[in-house]
């Protein structure tokens, strides 16, 4: 494989246990150079404790991770040179101010650009004058943003960065993060807010109960989307003339009004509305969060809300002993 095709991440049979308990399971991922890959899932899917895997924060049961054909653990520090990291649990130093705290990652750094500097900290309107303690969440998470794009990273490993942002600042981070895909750079984007990987991702990976069970291109995802076809009748059909059409999913009548939510083709569906007086009709496209949504349909809901747990207590204590690390 040559140094220009060679991913920016490549996992192969990542595997993390607690105990007896799996929190990521066999897991097989490869994101492309100049990429923005969002890393889709509830809390408790496991995306944190994937994301310190990456970073040699914690080791893998089994697997390896090379982050630009570097091992991951092995050679943690030159990755760490190279990836601007904001994490989900962001810890800084709480005695110092803003200011002080962007100094000291800049010294570790070797010296940043300080015009970037300060032109990151007016477009996300950080405050550097507090004391971390006495700094909002959303002023906190504006300070570990600049930290984490200050150098201009190659690779940004962003973990539920939207975090205690307001709508203009998340406006202004979804500019950066296409800024840094424009100059070649590669955003692992770790979230469960669905808003944000529809506007900036190029594909999208769903992580379930520590497996990943998808990956695809948002527009891949709405081609499999269950669509809805909304149908105004003169008097209202039975509910029964679309429940037997194959690809129909769900089907609801209110008076004279029909949706219809579906896959595959609509024809079944046009034929069977034009047996009766049709007035007005209109198709939609699911949003993301319904096809998501799909994703985690269960047969077993009770069963998957203790795995939910289980892993919310094990992502947890690894956050715990992690915290002291602070970002880096």
């Not at 697997?63 to 630009?68: A, L, W």
């Amino acid at each position: 494989m040559s140094h220009r095709a060679e991913p920016a991440i490549d996992v192969q049979g990542l595997t993390k246990r607690f105990g007896d308990f799996v929190a990521v399971d066999d897991l097989d991922l490869s994101v492309a150079r100049g990429e923005v890959f969002g890393f889709l899932g509830p809390n408790g899917s496991g995306k944190s404790t994937t994301i310190r895997t990456f970073l040699d924060q914690i080791r893998p049961t089994a697997g390896s991770v090379r982050i630009f054909g570097l091992d991951s653990t092995r050679d943690s520090l030159e990755v760490r040179a190279r990836v601007g990291y904001v994490p989900g649990d962001l810890a800084l130093y709480p005695r110092l101010t803003g200011r002080q705290v962007l100094d000291y990652f800049a010294r570790l750094r070797g010296g940043v650009d300080q015009r970037y500097l300060d032109e990151l900290v007016t477009r996300l309107g950080a405050e550097l004058d507090k004391k971390i303690s006495e700094c909002s969440t959303g002023n906190r998470q504006k300070i570990g943003l600049v930290q984490a794009f200050m150098h201009r990273p190659d690779l940004l490993v962003l973990d539920e960065p939207s975090s205690g942002l307001d709508p203009l600042v998340q406006q202004e981070l979804h500019a950066l993060i296409g800024e840094a895909r424009d100059e070649g750079r590669t955003v692992f984007l770790s979230t469960h807010t669905l808003s944000v990987v529809e506007r900036v991702a190029d594909r999208v990976g769903i992580i379930r109960h520590g497996r990943l069970t998808a990956v695809e291109t948002i527009q891949e995802l709405r081609r499999k989307a269950i669509r809805r076809l909304e149908m105004e009748f003169a008097e209202a059909p039975p509910a029964e003339l679309f429940t037997p059409l194959d690809g129909v999913r769900d089907v609801r009548v209110e008076r004279s009004r029909v949706e219809v939510d579906f896959d595959g083709s609509i024809n079944p569906i046009l034929a069977a509305a034009m047996s009766h007086e049709l007035l007005d009709l209109h198709t939609a496209d699911a949003d993301l969060e319904e096809i998501f949504l799909a994703y985690y349909e269960d047969d077993q809901p009770e069963q998957d809300a203790v795995a939910e747990q289980r892993r919310a207590t094990a992502d947890g204590g690894e956050a715990g002993r992690s915290r002291g690390r602070h970002a880096r």
